[in-house]
């Protein structure tokens, strides 16, 4: 399984940005997305996530209301949607797959940077 991660750019506050994650390979071991991100000198949390079967979504509270998390399980693209985007959420925006099993490692995409100026 590898995952591609795209979208990330620099926007004033404000503003709003669409992260993509593309995965590819034998999804059939994927139980469902999530979006982790770090800040410099901070450690890495988690924003949101998305289980394929339930489309159920979890965010963490500083997103609620203003991110939206997706799956196109066509497409096999999970998305970011990025609304009213503050400096706090300057970082690398990494995307991850969840695997069904809890003797294999999730997937880990390499990360989109994403620069919030006030």
């Known amino acids: 399984v590898q995952l591609q991660a795209s979208g990330g750019g620099s926007v004033q506050a404000g503003g709003s940005l669409k992260l993509s994650c593309v995965v590819s390979g034998d999804l059939f071991r994927i139980s469902g997305m999530g979006w982790y991100r770090q800040a410099p000198g901070k450690q890495r949390e988690p924003v949101a996530s998305v289980i394929r079967s339930l489309n159920e979504k979890k965010y963490v509270d500083s997103v609620k209301g203003r991110f939206i998390i997706s799956m196109n399980n066509d497409k096999n693209t999970a998305y970011l949607q990025m609304n009213n985007l503050e400096p706090q959420d300057t970082g690398l925006y990494l995307c991850?797959?969840?695997?069904?099993?809890?003797?294999?490692?999730?997937?880990w995409g390499q990360g989109t940077l994403v620069t919030v100026s006030s």
């Open positions: 991850v797959a969840y695997t069904k099993s809890w003797q294999e490692d999730d997937y």
